[in-house]
């Protein structure tokens, strides 16, 4: 059965971009959030096998989403890998200080998206193409 993720940004372009990363090169089932409340409505809904979570979001930042899927059952235990532009000391600091499964920079490279969160997860290589 092919992994199922869930992508949080409000930025309709990367979610674009991962989307067709992960279900063209990895086979991967992508499910999408604009905002950082339909992405808590999302995972706990569907139940991903991970959460590709953006930090700068209007209505809630990814800070606030993590900590509030952390506090829900059904969703503390999706692993969750941040997608951000928010590279500074203090960010990666507050980064480190979370229970993430790991920090994926932007701008990213598409082609190699699906193996970086494979090696974060220590997930099983998919097949490529």
Known sequence: MPKRLLIVDDEDDIR??????LEELAGWQVLEAASG???LQVATAEQPDAILLDISMPDM???DLFAQLQQHSAT????VIVLT????ARDRS???A???AGVITKPFNPLSLASQITDL???????MG
């Open 37 to 39: 409340q339909a992405g």
């Open 85 to 88: 532009s928010k590279v500074l």
């Open 121 to 127: 997860l220590a997930w099983e290589v998919p097949p």
């Open 61 to 63: 930042d990814g800070f």
């Open 16 to 21: 674009t971009i991962v989307q067709a990363a």
């Open 98 to 100: 979370l229970p993430l």
């Open 76 to 79: 503390q235990a999706i692993p």
């Open 94 to 96: 507050h980064f480190a």
